[in-house]
């Protein structure tokens, strides 16, 4: 399993748009249901989203879906501080959030 954490921060006037943007992922998410994906973004409440994503070997990537080339489209226009990406390791996880 690939971990991948993804973190920027985004313009004031830009942010709800990336938000909405964002959402129409999960929308896909939902809809298409891929099998060994798991996907989460945060907003904190300066601006900055973090993206998190954990991919089975064999799976497909999130770049597959459509409305995630939507959102990656000009999303370093949409930013104050571009997306940094790190490849991570889990350590240990509880739950889901929600």
């Known amino acids: 399993m690939k971990w991948t954490v993804v973190r920027y ?3 004031i006037e830009e942010a709800d748009h990336n938000q909405r943007l964002s959402e ?13 994906l798991s996907y989460m973004v ?5 601006g900055t989203f973090v993206h998190i994503a954990s991919v089975a070997d064999g799976a497909g990537p999130l770049s597959g879906l459509e409305t995630f080339r939507a959102f990656r489209n000009g999303v370093e226009d949409r930013c104050t501080e571009a997306p940094q ?8 996880s509880y739950g889901s959030g929600r």
């Open 85 to 92: 990406v790190a490849e991570a390791t889990l350590v240990g």
């Open 24 to 36: 129409a992922v999960f929308g896909e998410l939902q809809e298409r249901k891929p099998a060994g």
């Open 42 to 46: 945060l907003r904190l409440a300066d």
């Open 9 to 11: 921060r985004a313009k």
